[in-house]
């Protein structure tokens, strides 16, 4: 029995260093029976199997790494995956790794989509499916447009009509009921996969089979608003069935158990992979933003009535409303949501709630409320970066206004210093250098460089022992705008 428990990644960093590949191979394989998604295993083992010339399997070992750590896309293990790489192209394959690598059995796995009047994008989302998955079923809800003649050109492709009761959770519960695959991967009709990850969906499959508690997969929802994207991993989207998992509510609809609190009872395990799912659906190009706005905040209401204790449909529907211009409303919401989930048990959402209040108090100015939001993202969870820039994004604006504040004092200065009769000497060197240095300082603090250079130059030999120090701001100044002028790269001409 070893003494002190040692993390096996620890362990295997250390074999690593040593060059023990049988100790590296050993523990990465204890790692990844327990956990297929283990990307710190699978990075160590694949860097094991680089250095003994093994490019083959090195190659793959890297991938699945890629595959479960979607935020490490940049990563130093990521970027040998290239093509022609001659390290990893020498077709060495390791034996006993091999096995480690290969799928007991490969699940089969449906896409259903529940769609209303999609004409427009249906067919580049069943396009997008073909090979991907074995079966395809769309739900449609009451389409009077082109959407269910255009779903039924796909080979292969069901559809199945269901009446639209103003409950999104029935319609996907009802295509649940009306597939065989072992899996299944919901997919919006506004959505399209990624050509290049289409094999990732039977892969993420095949490895997280045999996994307990049951695995949820959140691929990365690509969202595209005009030339700008932003990217979404908050939605559960691939599962297997075996786990009786159903979903609830009427909007933003979430997974539960068939039985049971959806909080505390549901036993499951969360899972980000790198497949890309891109999204249109909220460009405005594409739809109504405020038709579609009205409909979610009128469903989320309905939800807020039936469940009011839920801070889901609270943190959701001040989202909404905040989205549709209502910040006072939208605000007071997510203060609602934010009290409530602090007392209910097992609710996970409570970073994107303070998230969203932080959003809303810095559209309002309000700096103090944001910062005191920003520390309690930091209480709920010191690991979560955004906490800190949220915490910088509001000293800053609040550092803006203390500098505003201060221009402001040091124009009553000067509107007040001749006029001043009272018995307390003035500092002469306040009036005759101090006040228009400090000027200075607070030009250069907000950008104003061209100005601060020429108030820096007007007081150089004006402020006793000041010299040396105002002389280092206009070299910085005159420095900074030769960068800005004569940068490195220049950018090119597009």
Known sequence: MRGPMVPLHEEMRRALEEKDWIKVERLGFKALRADPADTTAWEIL?????RQGYGTSARKAFRRAYLFHPQKQLARWNAPAEEGDPILDNGRSHPIVEQLLAWPRVPTVAAVIVAKNESRSIGRCL??????VDEILVVDTGSTDDTVAVAETFPGVRVLFYAWN???AAARNFGLDNIAADWVLWID???WVHPDDKPLIREAAAMLDAVTPTPVLHPMIINRLGSTTSIAMNVPRLFPRRGDLRFHGRIHEQIAPVKGNRYTDLRTRDYLVTIRILHDGYDPANTDIRAKLQRNIRLLNQMVQEEPADPTWLMYLGREVLSAGDVKKGTSLLLAAEERAK?????????EIQRLLVQAYLFQS???EAERVAERMQETDPQFPDSHYYLAHVRVEKAKQLLQAAEEDLRRLRAQGDNYAGLVNLDADIHAWKADLLQANICGLT?????ANARYTDLYGQCPGYDEAIAQQIALIHQQARQILQP?????NR
């Open 366 to 368: 309000a700096y103090d």
């Open 189 to 191: 009709a506004d959505e």
């Open 488 to 492: 490195d790269n220049p950018p090119q």
């Open 166 to 168: 103003d409950d999104f």
């Open 447 to 451: 950008g104003r460089i061209a100005e």
């Open 343 to 351: 007392t209910t048990p097992g609710f996970g959402a409570l970073l």
């Open 46 to 50: 694949g860097e094991a199997l680089l």
């Open 127 to 132: 396009e997008s499916l073909k090979g991907a």
